[in-house]
């Protein structure tokens, strides 16, 4: 008896299902998509297989460029999310990068805990570092799951300073490239995806905007 060609059949099924539904509809839909990519946005987030970007948002194929790692985090030495911002920029014309963290993130959790983990430690150290800059607020919460909460927003927070410090947004924004930065937390008990406050459109609105945010939400009061 031939054995199945496909491995994880169930999958390639799906795949046969999806693209029978689709060409039903519009019998054009992969031979237009195929053509070019012309996406607006530009998501950075966690990879967690709870928050997939497409279904978060509404967007079809060829609408949304996606990077996504542990924790969503921007570091200004990973040649992989600098080489998809500067792609996604200078390329595709992005008009909107949104850093996307989520509540309940085990990658922030991580951070918090004093677990080994192996080779992400190093990863997820940068969320650590995130933190202990905001560890005075951060431990003025009543309870751990508001510290989770708090830093899982507070790394998104981070993150998009990182994004607006890359060369390849810098130099969009001098050459008057239209690009705006966003922070989002979103919520794997409701689905609803909430904006941070920190929308960013020049650099002249970086710092401000981030101290504006930081000292409304995230400073014990004296
Ligand atoms: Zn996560």
Redesign the pocket.
């Known amino acids: 008896m031939p054995q199945n060609p496909y491995i994880l059949k169930s999958l390639f099924d799906a795949n046969k299902a999806w693209v029978d539904n689709v060409t039903d509809t519009d019998s054009a839909y992969f031979e237009r998509l195929a053509k070019q990519q012309s996406p607006e946005y530009l998501w950075i987030g966690?990879s967690?297989s709870r928050v997939p970007a497409n279904q978060i948002t509404g967007l079809a194929p060829g609408e949304v460029f996606v990077h996504r790692n542990i924790?969503n985090v921007v570091v200004h030495s990973d040649l992989n999310v600098l080489s998809v911002i500067q792609f996604a920029i200078e390329f595709i014309k992005v008009k909107h990068i949104m850093v996307v963290g989520?509540y309940g993130?085990?990658?922030v959790k991580a951070s918090m805990d004093h677990q080994r983990l192996g080779l992400s430690d190093n990863w997820i150290r940068h969320v650590r570092d995130v933190g202990q800059k905001h560890a005075k607020y951060l431990d003025s919460l009543p309870s751990e799951h508001e510290r989770h909460d708090k830093l899982c927003e507070l790394n998104v927070i981070e993150q998009v300073v990182h994004v607006c410090q890359t060369s390849s947004v810098q130099e969009a924004w001098d050459r008057n490239q239209p690009l705006t930065v966003h922070g989002w937390a979103y919520g794997l008990k409701d689905g609803i995806a909430r904006d941070l406050g920190i929308s960013v459109t020049n650099p002249r609105e970086m710092r401000s905007r981030y101290q504006a945010v930081i000292e409304k939400r995230y400073t014990v009061a004296d």
């Open positions: 966690c967690d924790a989520h993130c085990s990658g």
